[in-house]
């Protein structure tokens, strides 16, 4: 497997793994009454799997793009967007003068 896609498997799982442990702690804490509504519903395995599948998509697609965000694969060699290639060679500054007119209000 290459390297991008075992480490987008290593952070999506462990997206999915903290949001197992946040369902759990969802049932076990009793919030909302989260545990009756789900032992109520009838099909409490399935219940409580599309809860997991939904919070473990959104942290594992944030944990994805937080890891993205931080990794160090990034070329920072040259400009980057903003026209930073513009401008004298050299990237020295480079004076110069203008006349300011001033306007008399009637």
């Avoid at 290459?2 to 804490?29: D, K, T």
């Avoid at 409580?48 to 939904?54: I, K, R, T």
Wanted: with cysteine.
């Amino acid at each position: 497997m290459p390297h991008a896609q075992h480490r987008y498997a290593r952070h999506a799982a462990f997206g999915f793994g903290m949001a197992g442990a946040l369902v759990g702690l969802l049932f076990w804490l009793d919030t909302g009454q989260l545990r009756q509504i789900v032992a109520f519903s009838g099909n409490e395995w399935i219940a409580a799997a599309v809860m997991w599948l939904g919070i473990g998509s959104v942290f594992a697609g944030l944990k994805c793009v937080l890891a993205r965000i931080d990794s160090d694969d990034d070329d920072d060699e040259g400009p980057r967007g903003g026209g930073g290639h513009r401008g004298p060679q050299g990237g020295q500054m480079i004076p110069i003068r203008v006349e300011a007119r001033w306007r008399e209000r009637r």
